[in-house]
């Protein structure tokens, strides 16, 4: 690969709320993240996800409590959404460079553009227009305009909640190689348990604000699912996150 | 449309197949005397009346003036209803303040104004661009506006996210993605100007392809009355060719545009 290593930055929450007036979105949470770990967080929808990882990439404040992470100071965060958010008039090598910021351009620019393209398996690709590319394709570019500012912190909001099937699997895939090239620690919300087990090296679960299961996985990557220790972690996220609610769970 | 018989020589000649059919059917007519020449001049008749006023230059000279006309009319109606779209658009306060005024006014029909216009300002050249001004201004100012204001938040936020300041926001999401609305009001706007100068330049001018009609109907020349109608035809189709290209330059990544 072409890109080289970055390296990640550490996250730490002490006692953090977050209230929107007098919604209380989360309260009482204690994390501490080392560098280049990667973190999944699940949760039912509303419980809370997004607003968390808002706040440990500083595009929200934290109401009380203290939040230190390395990276937003460096501004070496970045986040990716489930929409890829592209500028449909810009062509990928363009939409890139959004990620390297103002007044950035010039060789060394355009070099970490297509270092972080190919890192993406993008090469190639550079002149075409978003509305050309599939869904997983502009999800990759969104990714590369994440990471061409070689950020320590990646924030990923359901990255891909929106992809089918197929096309999530391969993006599981390249999203750990990524992850593993370039070292930044990674913060993954999905609403996929699966998912979650495959990719982190932590599960998260958020319920009602609260962190109520915070969960080592330790299993040798690249991970086989179906083997019963993934399956048992699996199994220990669904119980917590439904209860014994039997329907629930066969729903999911 | 597009999956259907598209391509080969056949399909394309098909759209012109009516039209040349009834221009055969008009010369046809004439020559056979079932129109009488003072009610429908052969085609024949209008091609000599082009060769005629392409002669002594005046065929020229009128297209120039009207088509100059048309253009000044565009650019300063059109230059102050950008602007204000713009203004409108990204300001909360602007749009406070303008907005329903002009929303009023635009329910006024301009072409009701034309006695008025006569009365301010005579019959001279700035009657005619004041009301081709004023007819371009609302579809461009509209459509302008509405761009603006359905950008996709998103897609602001994800640019503010990545620390583009205001005038590179402005520039590389906000105008982008107000660009085919734009055009949207472009494409009206011109049609509204060729309507606005034929109707100013028959009832009030002394140069110009409408006036070069109405001199025409004063003499019963219907040669000259029908072709000055075909001018207009070709140069309304000719705008809006160039407005498709520019499109087709501009809006080269969205889809619907691509491949008109
Ligand atoms: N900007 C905001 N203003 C007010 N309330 C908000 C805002 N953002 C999120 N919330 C509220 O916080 C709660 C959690 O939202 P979110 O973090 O998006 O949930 P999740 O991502 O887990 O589905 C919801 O009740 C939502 O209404
Ligand atoms: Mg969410």
């Given amino acids: 690969m072409s890109s080289q290593p970055t390296g990640g930055s550490r996250v730490s929450l002490k006692d953090v709320k977050k209230a929107f007036g007098n919604n ?191 969960l080592a996985v330790d299993l040798p990557r690249p991970r086989k699912r179906g ?15 439904f209860g014994d609610d039997p329907r629930a769970r066969e729903a999911h | 449309m597009a999956a259907t018989a598209s391509e080969g020589p056949f399909s394309r000649a098909l759209p012109w197949l009516v039209p040349l059919a009834l221009v055969i059917l008009w010369q046809v ?21 082009a060769w005629t006023k392409l002669q002594d230059g005046s065929l020229i000279d009128n297209l120039g003036v009207s088509f100059a006309r048309a253009m000044s009319g565009l650019i300063i109606g059109g230059a102050i209803g950008f602007s204000l779209g713009l203004l409108n658009g990204l300001s909360k306060t602007g749009e406070m303040l303008l907005d329903p005024t002009l929303q009023m006014i635009r329910n006024i029909p301009h072409l009701a104004l034309i006695p008025l216009v006569i009365i301010w300002f005579g019959i ?18 509209l459509n302008t506006l509405h761009g603006v204001r359905n950008v996709d938040p998103q897609l602001i936020e994800m640019g503010r996210i990545y620390g ?28 509204v100007m060729w309507l606005t100068l034929i109707v100013a330049e028959t009832i009030a ?4 392809i409408g006036h070069m009609a109405m001199a025409a109907r004063e003499f019963m020349q219907t040669d000259i009355v029908v072709l000055s109608i075909v001018i207009y035809a070709i140069l309304g189709k000719l705008a809006d060719s160039a407005t498709r290209a520019l499109e087709r330059k501009f809006l080269a990544w969205n889809p619907a545009y691509a491949k008109v």
């Fill in chain 1, 24 to 214: 209380v979105v989360l309260q009482g949470i204690d994390l501490e993240i080392p560098a280049g770990q990667f973190v999944s967080i699940v949760g039912k929808s509303g419980c809370g996800k997004s607003t968390l990882l808002r706040l440990m990439i500083g595009l929200d404040s934290v109401t009380s409590g203290v939040l230190d992470a390395p990276a937003l100071k460096a501004q070496a965060a970045r986040i990716v959404f489930q929409e890829p958010r592209l500028l449909p008039w810009a062509s990928v090598k363009d939409n890139v460079a959004v990620g390297l910021g103002e007044g950035q351009s010039g060789q060394a620019a355009d070099k970490q553009a297509a270092d972080i393209l190919e890192e993406v398996g993008l090469k190639g690709r550079e002149g075409l227009w978003p509305s050309q590319l599939s869904g997983g394709m502009r999800q990759r570019v969104a990714l590369a305009r994440a990471l061409v500012s070689q950020p320590t912190l990646l924030a990923l909001d359901e990255p891909l909640g929106a992809l089918d099937a197929l096309t999530r699997i391969d993006m599981q895939a390249l999203l750990e190689g990524v992850w593993q090239d370039l070292g930044f620690t990674a913060l993954m919300v999905t609403h996929d348990v699966g998912e979650a087990v495959a990719l982190g090296d932590r599960v998260i679960l958020i319920d009602h604000g609260h962190v109520v299961l915070d």
């Fill in chain 2, 124 to 141: 001279g050249e700035s009657a005619r661009l004041f009301l081709v001004a004023l007819g371009v201004f609302f579809p461009i100012y």
């Fill in chain 2, 205 to 208: 001018a002394n140069s110009g």
């Fill in chain 2, 29 to 49: 007519s004439s020559s056979l005397g079932w129109l009488p020449p003072n009610i429908l001049p052969a085609p024949t008749a209008v091609l000599e009346a």
């Fill in chain 2, 164 to 191: 583009m300041n205001n005038r590179t926001l402005f520039l590389k999401v906000i105008l982008p993605g107000a660009l085919p609305s734009i055009f949207v009001g472009l494409r009206f706007a011109l049609g």
């Fill in chain 1, 227 to 241: 083997t019963p220790e993934f399956a048992a972690l699996e199994g220990q996220i669904l119980d917590k996150l």
